[in-house]
């Protein structure tokens, strides 16, 4: 067991009321709040630099790149062509980032709420960018993506939602209502896909938002396909989502041989996560998710709050 370095200290992110990790602080870079959320930048033993957003991490350098790919990357190379693309939130870049690795992208457009992250992310963790704040072909704009999509009628190939969880009142709440997914449904180019990051999904915190996420989705889009990856900085398996328009691919139904063909033809380096055979576990959940997912009977509405367990914020 390794010792907190001289002049450092435990960063302790409470995961349930009843369930605690811990990880090794060498210095804290940044602490503070912007408009929208409380906000810190830490440099850890284990996991290099993390990102910590109202608490909850967000992103470490160690291992972002398994969250990055599982969101962005099974919907990109199931999609046929993919042009035009649409991101809500993902203010450290690195969203961005695996989209415009795709040759075929010709325009993303990336709504953030708070300019001050995507700042900070700038500043002090510019790997995770990778140069694409910097490319011509991304428009970032510091505006709500759901008022975004409402008064833009131009249709996207590939959406991505890479927002918080749907915590009640949290300014990422509408993002994953059964409004938000009606209104995603006619922002989609025909053969359209998206994805969503969507809540823990291990057996202690499956039902927090994952299932819920999952059945609203469901009740908008075709071929709804639920996904996990074990993510060691959050301390959890995580979950995503993605579904499409009925003349889309099914994403869950690609074949390893041709998630690599599409791949090796389109994308601008190599994974180091997502392939043909990572696709196969991602979406091989086990029994105690499928049944969970099938049991499910909530659907996040404006009107139908879904309640979530929310850690103290620091300080």
């Given at each position: 067991?390794?010792?907190?370095?001289?002049?450092?200290?435990?960063?302790?992110?409470?995961?349930?009321?009843?369930?605690?990790?811990?990880?090794?602080v060498?210095?804290i870079?940044?602490?503070?709040?912007?408009?929208?959320?409380?906000?810190?930048i830490?440099?850890?033993?284990?996991?290099?630099?993390?990102?910590?957003?109202d608490?909850?991490?967000?992103s470490?350098?160690?291992d972002?790149?398994?969250?990055?790919?599982?969101?962005?990357?099974?919907?990109?190379?199931a999609?046929?062509?993919?042009?035009?693309?649409?991101?809500?939130?993902?203010?450290?870049?690195?969203?961005?980032?695996?989209?415009l690795?795709?040759?075929?992208?010709?325009?993303?457009?990336?709504?953030?709420?708070?300019?001050?992250?995507?700042?900070?992310?700038?500043?002090?963790?510019?790997?995770?960018?990778?140069?694409?704040?910097?490319?011509?072909?991304?428009?970032?704009?510091?505006?709500?993506?759901?008022?975004?999509?409402?008064e833009?009628?131009?249709?996207?190939?590939?959406?991505?939602?890479?927002?918080?969880?749907?915590?009640?009142?949290?300014?990422?709440?509408?993002?994953?209502?059964?409004?938000?997914?009606?209104?995603l449904?006619?922002?989609?180019?025909?053969?359209?896909?998206?994805?969503?990051?969507?809540?823990?999904?291990?057996?202690?915190?499956i039902?927090?938002?994952?299932?819920?996420?999952?059945?609203?989705?469901?009740?908008?889009?075709?071929?709804?396909s639920?996904?996990?990856?074990?993510?060691?900085?959050?301390?959890l398996?995580?979950?995503?989502?993605?579904?499409?328009?009925?003349?889309?691919?099914?994403?869950?139904?690609?074949?390893a041989?041709?998630?690599?063909?599409?791949?090796?033809s389109?994308?601008?380096?190599?994974?180091?996560?997502?392939?043909?055979?990572?696709?196969?576990?991602?979406?091989?959940?086990?029994?105690?998710?499928?049944?969970?997912?099938a049991?499910?009977?909530?659907?996040?509405?404006?009107?139908?709050?879904?309640?979530?367990?929310?850690?103290?914020?620091?300080?």
């Amino acid at each position: 067991m390794h010792a907190v370095p001289a002049g450092g200290s435990w960063r302790v992110q409470q995961l349930t009321p009843d369930l605690f990790v811990a990880v090794a602080v060498e210095r804290i870079v940044h602490s503070g709040r912007t408009a929208y959320q409380h906000v810190q930048i830490v440099d850890t033993v284990s996991f290099g630099r993390m990102l910590v957003l109202d608490g909850l991490t967000q992103s470490s350098e160690a291992d972002e790149w398994v969250y990055h790919e599982a969101l962005v990357q099974p919907v990109m190379l199931a999609h046929r062509n993919p042009e035009r693309v649409f991101i809500a939130g993902g203010g450290e870049g690195a969203t961005a980032r695996e989209v415009l690795r795709h040759r075929t992208v010709r325009e993303v457009v990336m709504a953030d709420l708070d300019p001050e992250v995507v700042a900070l992310c700038r500043e002090h963790m510019p790997r995770l960018s990778g140069g694409a704040f910097d490319d011509p072909r991304l428009t970032l704009l510091f505006e709500d993506a759901r008022v975004y999509l409402e008064e833009h009628e131009q249709p996207f190939d590939v959406i991505i939602i890479d927002v918080p969880d749907p915590l009640e009142a949290g300014p990422a709440y509408p993002l994953f209502t059964r409004e938000f997914y009606r209104l995603l449904r006619s922002r989609l180019r025909p053969g359209g896909l998206m994805a969503a990051q969507s809540g823990p999904a291990g057996p202690t915190t499956i039902h927090e938002t994952f299932t819920a996420v999952h059945r609203t989705i469901a009740s908008e889009l075709a071929n709804a396909s639920p996904y996990c990856v074990g993510m060691p900085s959050f301390g959890l398996t995580w979950g995503f989502v993605a579904a499409g328009l009925p003349d889309a691919p099914n994403v869950a139904a690609s074949a390893a041989e041709a998630v690599d063909a599409a791949a090796a033809s389109r994308l601008d380096g190599e994974s180091r996560y997502y392939d043909g055979a990572a696709h196969a576990g991602m979406f091989g959940l086990p029994r105690f998710a499928r049944q969970a997912l099938a049991e499910e009977t909530r659907l996040i509405t404006m009107d139908a709050p879904l309640f979530a367990y929310q850690p103290p914020l620091p300080g």
